[in-house]
């Protein structure tokens, strides 16, 4: 069902709290600038830039990040979903809800309509997400995956060596319906760095876990159950526009010199 103007702008308004707060985070992160007019030097491999964006995620993908989503997984005591089997008993259950297309979330057309599903708090951080975002840009944010099976994840990693792997410490929570890719080639500067600050804080304060994916072009992005208690505590945000983390921290250090 499509969402009404003054629907999403208002709960846009209540959740846009948390980039306020970005305003005052500190410079302890250790994030850094990146010169726009830097080159890598003696490279010329063509995915060192891409559109005339130097590749300098704010969320790397790393081995400790898979092992701490496994560890949000295992603190939930949620199942990695083997087969079509289980996961039609956990959406029968109420366990994993739909994600549906609205007027400010579109979905990958190929995404397998079966697999549109996840944890009832990764769906409402992704309408609070794509509310937000369109909000400020007039345009739809694009989910390009959510729930997978093992089964399916395999069957991925048989074709993508670097998806991560269906078993074992470092298994894609995808297989637990708490993590969704949304698109993040096509968008410009400004928008890629407007979703890397609204996650930077929620990631802060362990609400979220993001990876930057290269070879995909997306934001993965796992959401805790906490998210919920969260959201319910926001409150409306200030007129001004935050400031993107690194270049914080960049003012941060030019005061002090």
Request: with cysteine; glycine share 4%.
């Amino acid at each position: 069902m499509t969402l009404g103007t003054g629907h999403f702008v208002a709960r846009s308004s209540k959740l846009l709290t948390l980039l306020a707060l970005l305003v005052c985070a500190p410079a302890l992160f250790g994030l850094h600038s990146v010169d726009p007019h830097h080159r890598v030097a003696h490279s010329r491999h063509p995915l060192h830039r891409i559109r005339g964006i130097l590749w300098n995620p704010l969320f790397r993908p790393s081995h400790d990040s898979l092992l701490r989503q496994n560890e949000e997984i295992d603190r939930l005591q949620l199942p990695r979903i083997v087969d079509d089997a289980q996961l039609a008993e956990l959406k029968a259950a109420g366990e994993l809800v739909p994600l549906e297309a609205s007027e400010t979330l579109r979905i990958e057309p190929s995404l397998d309509p079966s697999r549109r599903y996840c944890r009832v708090w990764a769906r409402d951080f992704v309408q609070d997400l794509s509310e937000v975002y369109y909000n400020r840009f007039h345009e739809q944010i694009q989910l390009n995956s959510a729930v997978r099976t093992v089964k399916v994840q395999k069957k991925l990693r048989r074709r993508n060596r670097n998806a991560a792997p269906a078993e074992g410490e470092t298994a894609s929570s995808h297989l637990a319906g708490i993590t969704v890719d949304l698109q993040r080639r096509g968008m410009n500067r400004e928008q890629i760095r407007f979703v890397e600050s609204y996650l930077f804080y929620l990631r802060a304060i362990g609400l979220v876990e993001p990876e930057e994916e290269r070879r995909h072009w997306c934001f993965h992005i796992m959401v805790s159950d906490r998210y919920e208690d969260w959201r319910q505590t926001q409150t409306l945000l200030p007129s001004h526009q935050p400031t993107h983390p690194a270049e914080e921290t960049a003012d941060a250090a030019g005061a002090s010199n």
